[in-house]
């Protein structure tokens, strides 16, 4: 088409030059042949058309006569010019039809650089555009002023910022410019992401180069395409590259057309071109043959066709498989895979197989053995380790255990091939071979091929391993309950042995065993220990509640059916919560181990004793003949506790009270029976304890009235029932009250005053001493300071604190917050604590007292002498007070022992800069006695009973008679109150 455009420029050239040629040949021919006659041809030309010019048919009408020879060549002249006319007239037309057919041929070749995708341009002199598409423009942008201009100088610049490299194409257009004659082809990227390609091609007419035709084409999609081809090639490439097989493409024939070969499989290929050859000229014939037979069959089924053959490469025999996949219609892909690997691990897998079953069937037989799961441990051992040498076909098996903090291992059992079992104990220690042990703690096996170079294996193969003579090691750790516990050892012995994975897990599933067998008889012993604990007192041994019950229900039924007598006793240790509290739980509980051996040797071997709870202790007398034989070993076992029992360094002395009931005439139940001898107990603790007492109907009736009594005492709080009363404290010495201790009794509205004997212990016991407790502090710190307040010379309030109360953990805030409510000052507030109380828990005491101390109050040790305190203890104490207690003051004037007691005590006092008080004072002879063992503050009967408020406010405000009981003299002055 581009052709086209030069030839319709030539050929319009051509006509304008041929048009202007014939005016030319016309204007010569007048100048040269009529020039003489130029006159009359002026005249005619003026006149007479041009067709008539030169008719020589008409006659000249002009008077001068041409000469006959001009006339001849005038006419020859004529009908030449005449011939060249109607020529010429001819080829005018046809070069306007040539123009017409040119214009069509322009038009139709102006529509098609239109319509063509790509951008197009024709250029003459390198600088000026003769014609472009409107695809140019707009793949480049090109505004219309500048395109109209047709220099290509202008539009050079605007085309270069469109590309991506502009000095690439400055690069290529320069070396057209120099070589005119020069063709060109590139591709180029543009800023926005295109890629166009352009071809530069010259125009010539003839041998003459008359211009440039370049055209431009956006192949972005094509390149990208080709792009993504030839990653998708390289993938391809790359993933034939990692497999192992072998790929080829065949026809029918066998012809290979394409292969592929990886890395691994290049091994495996003839060296040489492989393409357009035959499988047997790369194949040996055999496995040609195969090959064809194959391939026939695929062409046939069009199914897959699976063959496998083998060949030696590089010496060493090979099997491959061969697949044959069909492909299109008439080709065959062929892909070779080296399978001689999984042909070895069939094989191997065969072989685990069989020996997996003969390990599985032993391992059911063991799982399913009465001796594993019934039968004890050692005969358990004994039998997995003989199944197990045999199965791994070892020359030794063993097991072994742990000790207790798991420092040493004892062996348990070891089955020897050749001397059977082995049951002598040996025992290494777990820290001589740290790195075996602490192998078998993170694997679950150590499978050693070579015990001497093994690192987890040397140090324990250089000590023992070797002298045996092993040379492998399968071992696996037992564990149980999440701790490992032992090990299981298989020895080989001879040539170095490598373990399989089936073995492996064979030698753990042993230690299951093991470690079943270890279980099974733990749940034996606990069973037995259950059993055990369900019926006997883990602490002294002796039948418990539960077991004396049963043996009390079947000789109730012994006793029916013979018409026998029985007895039941309860005992009770007198004291013994007293020694518990001040020497400790470990102490009690060593005295009532003692106190077992002793009851037991007291009875017959019929008899059963038990230990219901605490310190109580039942019996069961059977086949006795009357209440005489109870009686008789009832002074027995009284006897027997008689001596001192001596643990860790202290002398213990204990007593028992003992209650007595006799089948049938005191129940012919187990309830009824050991109801009253309960109550028979608590009747020999009401008669001074350290005795037996028979049940008789009385005492039922007194178990009663405590029960009612408690019931009582609940409702006492919330009506007011319980009043404070005091008793003064005498400073002997010089006649004068220094402190009042509080006392809570309880007055009941139709019973009157009730003991504090009967109602405290049991306040204690149900927990309602700690709001009476509460209740007597805030009362008596309230009075002291009503005594304050009305002008009494100040002194202190002593007020006890109870064994439960003093184990609050409130206690200190409470005491403050009732010295508060009260405006009482601490000082004047004095706290007593048993001396028992303060020795249960002494880091805990020291801690309380040492708070209330740092608050301002004092403290006092009440009952002082009859605990077991140390005095090592009781100088970290902050005491201000020693309370004697009265069981020393009583028989102060007929034991010389309770004197030299009570001048210890004082003396002991006066070391620790602690005052001394003597409780229980109640005559002039205890007074005399206590002044002469220099006891000078005393407390009791002989000078005041416990008073009322308004009584011991009168007593306050008049006392002029304690001179008279302190001095013997009677004076007239009223006392002086003193704090000290």
């Given at each position: 088409m581009i052709e086209e455009f030069w030839v319709r420029e030539a050929v319009i050239q051509s006509g304008l030059w041929l048009n202007l040629a014939s005016g030319l040949i016309g204007v010569l021919i007048g100048l040269c042949i009529l020039a003489p006659t130029s006159k009359l041809l002026k005249t005619r030309v003026q006149s007479k058309p041009v067709g008539d010019r030169w008719d020589k048919s008409r006659p000249s009408t002009n008077e001068n006569q041409t000469p006959p020879g001009l006339e001849i060549k005038y006419e020859e002249c004529t009908a030449k010019l005449k011939i060249a006319n109607e020529q010429l007239q001819q080829e005018i037309v046809k070069r306007q039809k040539a123009e017409a057919e040119l214009e069509r041929s322009l038009a139709l070749l102006l529509g098609t650089l239109e319509s063509t995708g790509d951008g197009i341009i024709a250029t003459k002199n390198g600088e000026t555009i003769v014609t472009f598409n409107r695809r140019f423009v707009e793949m480049f942008d090109i505004p219309e002023e500048v395109i109209e201009s047709r220099s290509l100088t202008a539009i050079l610049p605007l085309m270069l910022e469109k590309f991506k490299y502009p000095e690439q194409y400055l690069g290529q257009a320069k070396d057209l410019l120099a070589e005119p004659d020069a063709e060109a082809y590139g591709v180029f990227a543009l800023k926005d992401g295109r890629i166009f390609e352009s071809y530069y091609l010259n125009q010539r007419l003839g041998e003459k180069i008359v211009g440039r035709v370049c055209s431009f084409r956006d192949i972005s999609h094509i390149w990208l395409i080709e792009h993504q081809l030839l990653e998708a090639s390289a993938e391809i490439k790359a993933i034939f590259g990692a497999f192992p097989d072998l790929y080829f493409r065949l026809d029918a024939n066998g012809r290979i057309i394409d292969y592929q070969a990886g890395r691994e499989s290049q091994a495996f290929l003839p060296a040489g071109q492989l393409l357009d050859c035959l499988l047997q000229d790369v194949f040996p014939p055999s496995v040609a043959e195969r090959f064809r037979d194959a391939i026939a069959k695929v062409m046939k089924t069009k199914s897959l066709v699976a063959i496998e053959y083998s060949l030696p490469i590089q010496n060493v025999e090979k099997t491959f498989e061969g697949r044959f996949v069909p492909f299109q219609k008439t080709q065959v892909i062929l892909i070779v895979r080296d399978i001689t690997k999984r042909k070895r691990a069939e094989k191997t897998l065969r072989n685990s197989e069989k020996r997996l079953r003969k390990q599985n069937r032993a391992l059911a037989y063991l799982a399913k053995s009465k001796t594993l799961n019934h039968g004890s441990l050692s005969a358990a051992v004994e039998e997995i380790t003989g199944v197990?040498?045999?199965?791994?076909?070892?020359?030794?098996?063993?097991?072994?255990?742990?000790?207790?903090?798991?420092?040493?291992?004892?062996?348990?059992?070891?089955?020897?091939?050749?001397?059977?079992?082995?049951?002598?104990?040996?025992?290494?220690?777990a820290s001589d071979y740290p790195a075996y042990f602490a192998a078998l703690t993170q694997e679950r096996t150590i499978a050693a091929y070579d015990v001497s170079?093994?690192?987890?294996?040397?140090?324990?193969?250089?000590?023992?391993?070797?002298?045996?003579?092993?040379?492998?090691?399968?071992?696996?750790?037992?564990?149980?309950?999440?701790?490992?516990?032992?090990?299981?050892?298989?020895?080989?012995?001879?040539?170095?042995?490598?373990?399989?994975?089936?073995?492996?897990?064979?030698?753990?599933?042993?230690?299951?065993?093991?470690?079943?067998?270890?279980?099974?008889?733990?749940?034996?012993?606990?069973?037995?220990?259950?059993?055990?604990?369900?019926?006997?007192?883990?602490?002294?041994?002796?039948?418990?509640?539960m077991l004396f019950n049963e043996r009390l229900s079947q000789a109730l039924t012994d006793a029916a059916s013979s018409q026998s007598i029985l007895g039941v006793m309860f005992l009770d240790l007198d004291r013994f919560k007293q020694i518990n509290d001040t020497l400790g739980h470990l102490i009690g509980d060593r005295l009532l181990q003692g106190v077992a051996k002793r009851l037991v040797k007291c009875l017959r071997e019929e008899d059963t004793i038990a230990r219901w709870g605490g310190d109580e202790f039942t019996v069961l007398l059977t086949h006795i003949k009357s209440k005489e034989d109870a009686a008789k070993i009832a002074e027995r076992i009284l006897e027997a506790l008689?001596?001192?029992?001596?643990?860790?360094?202290?002398?213990?002395?204990i007593s028992s009270s003992i209650g007595i009931a006799i089948y049938p005439s005191d129940g012919t139940d187990s309830e009824t029976?050991?109801?009253?001898?309960?109550?028979?107990?608590?009747?020999?603790?009401?008669?001074?304890?350290?005795?037996?007492?028979?049940?008789?109907?009385?005492?039922?009736?007194?178990?009663?009235?405590?029960?009612?009594?408690?019931?009582?005492?609940?409702?006492?709080?919330?009506?007011?029932?319980?009043?404070?009363?005091?008793?003064?404290?005498?400073?002997?010495?010089?006649?004068?009250?220094?402190?009042?201790?509080?006392?809570v009794r309880w007055q009941h509205p139709q019973q009157g005053f009730m003991s504090p004997e009967t109602f405290i212990p049991l306040a204690e016991e149900n927990g309602l001493i700690i709001p009476i407790g509460e209740w007597v502090l805030k009362t008596a710190c309230a009075q002291n300071k009503a005594w304050q307040n009305a002008g009494l010379p100040p002194i202190s309030v002593a007020v006890n604190l109870s064994a439960r109360q003093f184990q609050e953990a409130n206690l200190v805030d409470m005491v403050g917050r009732v010295l508060s409510e009260t405006s009482l000052e601490p000082k004047f507030l004095e706290l007593e604590i048993t001396e028992s109380v303060a020795m249960k828990n002494v880091e805990y005491t020291r801690e309380t007292l040492l708070e209330l101390h740092h608050m301002g109050v004092r403290i006092s040790l009440d009952d002082f002498g009859t605990g077991y305190s140390s005095l090592s203890y009781l100088k970290k104490l902050p005491l201000h007070k020693l309370k004697i207690d009265k069981s020393f003051v009583i028989d102060l004037t007929k034991d010389p022992n309770d004197a030299a007691i009570i001048a210890a005590i004082v003396a002991l006092g006066k070391v620790l800069n602690i005052k001394v008080v003597a409780e229980g004072v109640e005559t002039v002879e205890h007074k005399e006695l206590l002044r002469s063992l220099r006891c000078k503050y005393m407390q009791g009967y002989f000078f005041s009973r416990p008073l009322s408020a308004e009584d011991a406010t009168h007593l306050l405000q008049n006392?002029?008679?304690?001179?008279?009981?302190?001095?013997?003299w009677i004076g007239v002055s009223k006392l002086c109150f003193s704090s000290h």
């Open positions: 197990a040498a045999s199965i791994l076909e070892v020359e030794r098996a063993a097991v072994w255990l742990y000790n207790e903090n798991c420092s040493q291992l004892r062996r348990l059992n070891l089955y020897d091939r050749n001397n059977g079992h082995n049951a002598e104990t040996i025992e290494i220690a170079t093994d690192l987890r294996t040397q140090e324990y193969y250089r000590s023992n391993l070797g002298v045996l003579g092993m040379t492998s090691l399968l071992t696996a750790p037992i564990w149980l309950q999440g701790k490992m516990v032992g090990i299981v050892c298989h020895e080989h012995l001879g040539t170095k042995r490598k373990w399989g994975m089936e073995e492996q897990n064979f030698a753990a599933a042993i230690a299951d065993l093991v470690s079943l067998a270890l279980e099974a008889s733990e749940r034996q012993r606990s069973a037995e220990m259950i059993r055990y604990q369900a019926n006997y007192d883990l602490l002294t041994g002796l039948p418990n509640k008689k001596p001192d029992l001596e643990i860790e360094g202290h002398h213990l002395h029976l050991l109801k009253n001898a309960d109550a028979a107990l608590y009747r020999a603790k009401e008669q001074n304890r350290n005795n037996y007492q028979f049940y008789n109907s009385v005492m039922n009736s007194n178990a009663s009235e405590l029960l009612i009594v408690e019931h009582k005492l609940h409702a006492a709080l919330e009506q007011q029932q319980f009043v404070v009363h005091y008793q003064p404290q005498i400073n002997t010495s010089a006649g004068k009250i220094t402190q009042m201790e509080a006392l006392s002029e008679w304690i001179k008279v009981k302190t001095s013997g």
